[in-house]
């Protein structure tokens, strides 16, 4: 089975300040990863995603992240964060090639301050 | 493009009652739809994996006969809370993913409903 861990569960930083936020899974086999994000009121809606090749991945509004194999580790990335980055960010994990659905993370909590 | 909708959006019912909450996908066909969990302040939970034309996959811990799933069409899949307690109030979301991709590929999802059984 999938597991997924969010370290941070509630952040809190001022417009401007770079974002590290932390995701690591658990699963025995090749699998894809994504980051979600859910705006206040709104619905999910995928910032990126990895399934091979580079392991960096670039998504929307500026976000990347970075898949690490050894570290079971995809964290997600911002240089600069804004006020409308406020939102809950999901990590999420499912098994290549297989019919799952996602595995999620219990989310982080960003708050931006302006 | 590749908008799912939900319905209703919020519902209250009593103990006891069903509750039907149908998720669609607006613009494009989707074989396999997903339904999840969110408790107040956790993740999202996996429930069930529903494919048009055949008989949903339940998760461990889920209870098929609690939660019916059907999967008429290729744009539409119905969930329905029968016997609805408190413990069953919960925000139940969808997701869809596009027939033309990988089951494993980008899924789509749905505002979601908000559930309450008084």
Redesign the interface.
Known sequence: AQSVSQHNHHVILSEAASLELGCNYSYGGTV?L?W?VQYPG?????LL?YFSGDPLVKGIKGFEAEFIKSKFSFNLRKPSVQWSDTAEY?CAV??????????????THLIIQP | GAVVSQHPSRVICKSGTSVKIECRSLDFQATTMFWYRQFPKKSLMLMATSNEGSKATYEQGVEKDKFLINHASLTLSTLTVTSAHPEDSSFYICSAVPTTSAVTDTQYFGPGTRLTVL
């Not at chain 1, 709104?42 to 995928?46: A, N, P, R, W």
């Not at chain 1, 499912?94 to 989310?107: P, S, V, Y």
């Open positions: 894809n994504f979600y709104q619905h999910l809606q995928l995603k999901f499912n098994a290549r090639g297989g019919a799952d659905g996602l595995t999620f993370g219990k989310g």
